[in-house]
Nanobody, 124 residues
Framework: QVQLVESGGGLVQAGDSLRLSCAASGRSFSNYAMGWFRQAPGKEREFVAAINWSGSSTYYADSVKGRFTISRDNAKNTVYLQMNSLKPEDTAIYYC?????????????????WGQGTQVTVSS
């Protein structure tokens, strides 16, 4: 089992950058593919980015491709989401998720564990 804690959210202006972190506790972090999802008020949770266990493969939603970068440091049990050129439509609660023994996926149903989320608000 793994526990996930997100950090790094906040209030920024359009065009600014933020880096989210997700720290995992428990053993064998490298056994997990990791993903970032987000949920805006009144909307369903949506996929943002995912990374495989080694970091060699990454996937992005079209809406963030070219602006966001997912990465991981298995020695630190941490996955990151670097968010550049933020837009007001990026405003949401961002969740980190872990998938045991699976490939990186854009489907929230494939993930076994979830963090509590961190709020990102982008003002225009």
């Amino acid at each position: 089992q793994v526990q996930l804690v997100e950090s790094g959210g906040g209030l920024v202006q359009a065009g600014d950058s933020l880096r989210l972190s997700c720290a995992a506790s428990g053993r064998s972090f490298s056994n997990y593919a990791m993903g970032w999802f987000r949920q805006a008020p009144g909307k369903e949770r949506e996929f943002v980015a995912a990374i495989n266990w080694s970091g060699s493969s990454t996937y992005y939603a079209d809406s963030v491709k070219g602006r966001f970068t997912i990465s991981r440091d298995n020695a630190k049990n941490t996955v990151y989401l670097q968010m550049n050129s933020l837009k007001p439509e990026d405003t949401a609660i961002y969740y980190c998720a872990a998938r045991l023994w699976g490939a990186a996926s854009g489907s929230s149903q494939q993930y076994n564990y979830w963090g509590q989320g961190t709020q990102v608000t982008v003002s225009s």
